[in-house]
């Protein structure tokens, strides 16, 4: 069992950045892929970004890349997502995700989320 717990979230100005967390609670955190996702209010949940078990890898949605990164420090079971030149189109509900690797998905770990909101 793991628990995900996102933190961070908030009102931002176009341009600016925020630092979103995910803290995770449970055994074996590094044998965990992590993904974030993002949800505006009446769309489909969107893939982000995501980062392996070791944080070697990271891969990225196109919207974001190159203004997005993912990092994880395994010590502290922690996630972060680091938003940089924030545009009003990235204003949704952030959430973070774990699965083993190789997994669909259909089984993975969620948190509740955290809003950000950019303004123009």
């Known amino acids: 069992q793991v628990q995900l717990v996102e933190s961070g979230g908030g009102l931002v100005q176009a341009g600016g950045s925020l630092r979103l967390s995910c803290v995770a609670t449970g055994r074996a955190f590094n044998s965990y892929v992590v993904r974030w996702f993002r949800q505006e209010t009446g769309k489909e949940r969107e893939f982000v970004g995501g980062?392996?078990?070791?944080?070697?890898?990271?891969d990225y949605a196109n919207s974001v890349k190159g203004r997005f990164s993912i990092s994880r420090d395994n010590a502290k079971n922690t996630v972060h997502l680091q938003m940089n030149a924030l545009k009003p189109e990235d204003t949704a509900d952030y959430y973070c995700?774990?699965?083993?690797?190789?997994?669909?998905?259909?089984?993975?770990?969620w948190g509740r989320g955290t809003q950000v909101t950019v303004s123009s």
């Open positions: 995700s774990a699965d083993r690797p190789g997994s669909d998905w259909a089984g993975a770990y």
């Open positions: 980062i392996s078990q070791s944080g070697a890898r990271t």
